[in-house]
């Protein structure tokens, strides 16, 4: 019974990563009496919020076999943006469609370069990475862009049905890209085009303009996460989203994408981003010594691992499903 | 087969548990108060001195006392606004927090205060926030204790130049502070250059103020980086021995000058006093006879000194500093 029970959730998700964060979960309710508060379940969910709305649009880019670096990058560059346009007295709704805009066509830049190119797009998204971030030091000169209006602050701080309205764009664009990705006849073609680009060519799908579409998709959420950015501190930095490009894509792939592409699904990407979420607060609130925070961090990537791979094998039968497990295969 | 697999897999669930339970238990036994430092680049050195500090005051006030250090290891500012957050959920006592930027951490600041969180700001202010007080150097005053030595220096007669860059406020502060420590004395600041900040550009910028200068007895690093750069533009123009200079904060290359006799003295800011002071305004609010509201300085500056060979050896090897815990 039990084992039926697991062998069919491990064909819908990442059995050992939600055993994990079940028991993570738990051990902090029971350990820890400022864990599992309203409060803190708030601070949780929007201590991660930049990241998990980014990691929508990597899943995307990563089933397609892309990389998308640049994230964090275009994040700053949007908050600093939306504050400069709000400064310029264009109106919160101009300003946000602006940002967005060109936040999309860094996503574009992108993809006309990796196709044009030929490029990877690991090196590429490098590269606007970088030259992104510069363009945010040379506008602000590294002083904070602050003194946004008060209608502003709602897309950070504002709640909706007691919800914290990011939570809640969050949910919504967690769920259409679900549905756009699981039951819409375009969208699907991301599997094909991931682990096959070649084939999929061949069958008549344009990999090129489909690669448009998945870059945008990732810089436009990137940009929607500079603007929540912007509105919860009210206050932009060319300092805004180091690393976070990294955390993202942990998530993705510690919640069972392939980096090598064909392999993923919005559910299990929020699943790595709830994950992820709760062992950044879990590490503050069991006071565990700050430089040793990245060793627990990485010991539970670890067990994780481990313990999907455990499970794969109560699956399959197949022992040697570690090296499919760990090239991508499934 | 089936029963040994069903019994692996609740063997491994328990060894989960464990693992958790091991991780976590240090600080399970509660603490009866802790208090939290928030930093950006976090591992400085500079920060260490501070968190250091912290500890020391914490032990001073009772093995009840916890401290914790917390904090991004770039200068992304929106990560210490959720270090705060994540404190405050946490139930903290007191948080002492050096801000990245001047404005970012204004909402995270202010919902500790809402909930009844002393704060304290340190080295970095955020001026606008509800924070207490701030701790931290006082700029004016560390220029003119700069100024006050460089009279010294020359026996009250000389010319100096001075290294700084347009538009940080605190430079600005340090250089008005350093001109007032002259009065009174025949030492004048006869030129400024621009280092824009940094090592390589202030090397070409002293320079070239060296030669159109010839008479300039003396070089004023206003901040961290010009020192160097000034040690540099000093051979350049072949003045060594001839030209005093006077570095600013104990930064590892002018610590070295320092050591090798290239850099007479430095303007040392004492990060250590800024987090045991913070601590103890920080406990003090939580007390009876408490030191916020109408009753906390604004800031309390933990002045400078000038370091010189003889006192600069503590700083070469600064104290070991291992667990952040």
Redesign the interface.
């Known amino acids: 019974m ?2 039926k029970m ?1 062998r069919k959730l491990s064909e819908h998700t990442n059995l050992g990563l939600l ?2 964060t079940v ?2 979960f ?3 309710s029971i ?2 009496s ?1 864990f599992f ?1 309203l ?2 379940m708030e ?1 949780i969910a ?2 991660f919020i930049q990241e998990a709305i980014m990691a929508l649009g990597m899943t995307i880019v990563i089933i397609s076999g892309g990389i998308d670096l640049s994230i964090g990058s275009v994040l700053v560059l949007s908050s600093i943006l939306v504050g400069l346009f709000l400064k310029a007295d264009l109106g919160v709704a101009l300003s946000i469609f602006l940002t967005l805009c060109i936040s999309g066509s860094i996503g574009f830049a992108n993809a006309v370069m990796i196709n044009r190119l030929r490029a990877h797009p690991f090196i590429v998204t490098l590269g606007t990475m970088t030259a992104v971030r510069g363009f945010a030091l040379v506008i602000t ?1 590294g ?2 862009v ?1 003194g946004f209006p008060k209608s502003f602050s709602y897309f950070g ?1 504002g709640y909706l049905l007691n919800i914290p309205f990011p939570v809640v764009l969050f949910i919504i664009l967690a769920i259409v890209f679900h549905i756009l990705l699981r039951h819409t006849k375009y969208f699907s073609q991301v599997y094909f085009i991931g682990s096959n680009p070649g084939a999929a060519r061949l069958c008549g799908m344009n990999v090129e303009r489909f690669r448009w579409m998945t870059y945008i998709i990732s810089a436009t959420l990137a940009g929607t996460a500079g603007i929540i ?1 912007a509105s ?4 932009a ?1 060319a ?5 976070a490009e990294l955390r993202v894509i942990t998530a993705v792939i510690i919640g069972g994408a392939s980096l090598s592409g064909g392999i993923g699904s919005i559910g299990r990407t929020v699943l790595g981003v709830i994950f992820l979420a709760i062992v ?3 590490m ?9 925070e990245k060793v ?1 961090y990485g ?1 539970m990537l670890v ?1 994780s691992v481990v ?1 999907e791979q ?1 499970f794969r094998f ?1 699956r399959t039968g197949i022992k040697d499903n570690w090296r499919d497990f760990m090239l991508g295969g499934n | 087969m089936k029963g040994r697999a069903k019994s692996k897999l609740f063997s491994l669930v328990v060894s989960l548990v464990f693992t958790f339970m091991t991780l976590f238990s240090a600080a399970s036994v509660y603490a009866e108060q802790t208090y939290g430092m928030v930093v950006f680049l976090k591992g400085s050195e500079f920060f260490n001195w501070s968190y250091g500090g912290m500890q020391d005051a914490a032990k001073l006030l009772g093995a009840d006392i916890k401290t914790e250090l917390r904090g991004p290891a770039t200068w992304d500012a929106s990560q210490e606004a959720r270090a705060i957050e994540q404190l405050i959920a946490k139930g903290v006592d007191g948080i002492i927090v050096t801000a990245g930027d001047a404005t970012t951490l204004n909402p995270a600041i202010d919902k500790a205060v809402a909930k009844g969180i002393p704060v304290i700001t340190f080295d970095s202010d955020a001026p606008d926030s509800k924070r207490l007080s701030f701790a931290g150097t006082n700029n004016y005053e560390a220029g003119k204790v700069a100024g006050k030595a460089m009279v010294e220096w020359l026996n009250g007669e000389g010319e100096v130049g001075v290294s700084t860059f347009p538009g940080p406020n605190h430079l600005v502060e340090r250089i008005r502070g350093f001109k007032d420590g002259l009065e009174g004395s025949n030492v004048k600041v006869v030129a400024e250059c621009n280092d824009e900040g940094k090592v390589a550009a202030a090397e070409a910028a002293i320079t070239a103020m060296l030669q159109a200068h010839p008479e300039i007895d003396a070089v004023f690093a206003a901040h961290g980086n010009p020192g160097p750069g000034a040690v540099a533009a000093v051979k350049n123009v072949g003045k060594e021995g001839e030209i005093e200079i006077m570095g600013f904060d104990f930064g590892m290359p002018v610590v070295e000058a320092i050591d090798k006799g290239q850099i007479r003295g430095t303007v040392g800011q004492n990060p250590y006093l800024m987090g045991y002071i913070s601590m103890m305004m920080a406990w003090g609010a939580n007390q009876e006879t408490r030191v916020d509201g109408p009753h906390a300085p604004p800031s309390v500056n933990t002045g400078v000194r000038i370091l010189t060979k003889d006192d600069i050896g503590v700083y070469k090897s600064p104290p070991a500093f291992v667990s952040g815990k």
Not at chain 1, 232 to 235: A, D, L, M, P, V
Not at chain 1, 239 to 243: K, N, T
């Open positions: 039990v084992t697991v055993a994990v028991g993570l738990t051990v902090m350990g820890y400022h508060t409060y803190n601070v929007m201590g000169e002083h904070p602050t701080q950015t919860q501190y009210i206050s930095n300092s805004f989203g180091i690393d950044a607060n879990a503050v609130q069991a006071g565990v010594p700050t430089y040793w627990a010991s067990i313990l455990y109560r």
